[in-house]
């Protein structure tokens, strides 16, 4: 059996900077380094990825993992373009969707680390317009709405980890009132935060974790506090600097015939293509819309240095983004033992949530849950693209499909699975 390399994460956490209900995921114990992905772990993944295609059924999938700073696997398998027969291939864009999330926090985070402001500070402060926002309740017997004050404002905390109380679908409060969608492409992001400031929460700040639009609206948080446009700030601050010249909101026209096509899977379980128009109808015009929540495409290896900036505290190749212990940070789970009602974020395993990311916090508890190494952290995208990163043994990893809905062949496990078997980080067998 391989062991975890261990990694102490740090007293170089400053506890000011977080509340009293953040916890970071406990570290292991130091150990032996060994090499978690070897030449013998290599067809293992291969066959992961391999059966997601020839039994499964997915057009394409691939995959890239880097440990201790080196390329230690590359996978691809299928095609990007089944209709067109063209291959899955190292360059194959796609587009990430909600991994476009960790990148908003990144830029949130770099005004985090110029004293723009703390993570308690009242989100009003900064965006007055959700100063006099209120909570829905339900009904009264005529039918009409009940609202409440908020117990606490929302602080800026509550927009990075999920817990401000915005809708995230218009089921969620009475019909009509979300008819025209704050979120949608022909506002800017001015205009979708003065709209969803209008709307009432749907529970009060801090006490439930729901997937919203808060990624939004930290992006126009980004654009009031740089005083520049989101989309413009993420460009020179962070994409330009890593070299990710692919991770971008618009596809150039040139570029496009490496657009990997997208999939749905159906109630009858047939694989079908999104038709091109429907796909690519973002990434193919310069909507007023910049989100911080979804919208970028990238490549594997664009993505990566993302990745392994992050799992080299900061820094990559000469360039920081960010300062060590702001990363730790943003790796911290933020999300109290109290908040119960936290969604689907279980079926993630045993997490809790970041800035942006779900942390891992204890082992894999059984068989069904995916391997993974405690203290790593993570995101995944709509089309069902994965990555994470591994401080405690300097590994990342990114997996791309474009297949909806999320994650239908439960692809995410076997290749984790595929990854660390053999570790200690590995799920139990099943009995």
């Not at 990745?307 to 990363?327: F, I, K, Q, S, Y």
Request: aromatic fraction near 10%; proline fraction near 7%; include cysteine.
């Amino acid at each position: 059996m391989k062991w975890i390399s261990g990694a102490v994460l740090g007293a170089a956490l400053c506890v000011s900077a977080c509340s009293t209900t953040a916890e970071l995921a406990p570290a292991p114990a130091a150990t032996h380094a060994v090499q978690i992905v070897d030449a013998s772990d290599q067809a293992r993944i291969d066959g992961a990825l391999r059966a997601a295609v020839e039994r499964d059924g997915l057009a394409g999938a691939s995959a890239l993992i880097y440990e201790n700073g080196q390329e230690v696997y590359f996978g691809a398998f299928g095609e990007a373009d089944r209709e067109a027969h063209r291959p899955m291939a190292r360059d194959t864009i796609v587009q990430i969707f909600s991994m476009t999330k960790p990148i908003t926090g990144v830029a949130l985070m770099m005004l985090y680390e110029e004293g723009k402001f703390q993570l308690d500070d009242p989100l009003s402060q900064y965006l007055p317009e959700f100063a006099n926002i209120r909570v829905y309740t339900g009904l009264d017997a005529n039918g009409q709405p009940i609202y409440e004050t908020p117990h606490r404002p929302i602080t800026v905390r509550d927009i990075t980890r999920h817990t401000a109380g915005f809708a995230s679908n218009p089921s969620e409060l009475p019909a009509g009132m979300m008819a025209q969608n704050p979120g949608r492409r022909e506002n800017t992001l001015a205009q979708e935060a003065h709209e969803l400031s209008q709307l009432p929460l749907v529970f009060h700040p801090g006490e439930r974790w729901l997937y919203g639009p808060s990624v939004d609206v930290q992006a126009r948080l980004v654009e009031v506090l740089s005083g520049m446009p989101f989309d413009r700030f993420v460009r020179t601050r962070i994409l330009n600097p890593l070299r990710m010249d692919t991770t971008r909101y618009v596809v150039p026209e040139a570029d496009r015939g490496r657009l990997a096509a997208s999939y749905r899977r159906g109630a009858d379980n047939v694989i079908a293509r999104v038709p091109d128009e429907e796909a690519f109808a973002f990434n193919t015009r310069d909507w007023p819309l910049k989100p911080g929540s979804y919208g970028y495409t990238s490549t594997l290896d664009d993505y990566m240095r993302f990745a392994r900036m992050l799992v080299n505290e900061g820094e990559l190749d000469g360039v920081r983004v960010l300062r060590p212990e702001t990363v730790r940070l943003l790796s911290t789970s933020h999300l109290d033992d109290s908040v119960t009602n936290r969604s689907w974020l279980p079926n993630k395993g045993q997490v809790g949530f970041g800035v942006d990311v779900a942390v891992r916090l204890r082992p894999p508890a059984d068989a069904a849950e995916s391997s993974g190494q405690v203290g790593e952290f993570f995101w995944d995208g709509a089309a069902s693209t994965l990555f994470w990163v591994d401080p405690a043994n300097d590994l990342t990893a990114v997996m791309f499909v474009q297949i909806q809905p999320f994650d239908p062949f439960h692809l995410h496990k076997s290749f984790r699975d595929a990854v660390y078997a053999g570790t200690s980080a590995a799920a139990p067998t099943a009995p």
